[in-house]
């Protein structure tokens, strides 16, 4: 049975009706057209699916629509009004996006992290990210391009 649910996706108020159960990831790539957010183990192990509720990372794969009804949501399509954000800047510099499956998942979690506390070592942020998994195997080149985002955030 298909209820309706109210949430605001990116700074848009939509009204979704849904079956209470439907993953907040079907609703944002099927009814809202928002590819950004990717599938990846449809169990809220790898990260790929993470996107910003009222402010905290969150896997959109395990998390029905029920429990986000009148929340704000943001996704990798609505973290910069110029079209690029510094964050993906630095990973494009740094060649951190071997295949790029991972990292708008990645992005957004340190873009939470740092949201809520811009004063984070690269290490705090290290270990916050170990869910987000990269099966590339950039890490390395990830966390180089996250200092410098946090360098850059000092800076300002």
Not at 97 to 122: E, F, N
């Amino acid at each position: 049975m298909a209820n309706k649910y109210s949430l605001t996706v990116n700074g848009q108020k939509h009204e979704i009706e849904s079956d209470p159960d439907t993953p907040l990831l079907y609703i944002l790539r099927n009814d809202l057209k928002l590819k950004g957010t990717k599938f990846g183990c449809g169990g809220g192990v790898c990260g790929a699916c993470t996107v910003i509720m009222d402010g905290l990372a969150i896997f959109s794969c395990d998390t029905p629509i029920w429990s986000i009804d009148d929340k704000k949501i943001e996704t990798i399509e609505g973290i910069s009004q110029d079209g690029i954000h510094p964050l993906q800047e630095l990973l494009i510099d740094e060649q951190a996006g071997q295949c790029g499956y991972c990292l708008s998942g990645i992005i957004m979690k340190v873009k939470a992290i740092t949201d809520d506390d811009p004063t984070k070592s690269v290490d705090d942020i290290a270990n916050e990210l170990d869910r987000n998994l990269c099966r590339c195997g950039s890490q390395l080149r990830i966390l180089n391009a996250v200092k410098k985002y946090l360098d850059g955030k000092s800076s300002r």
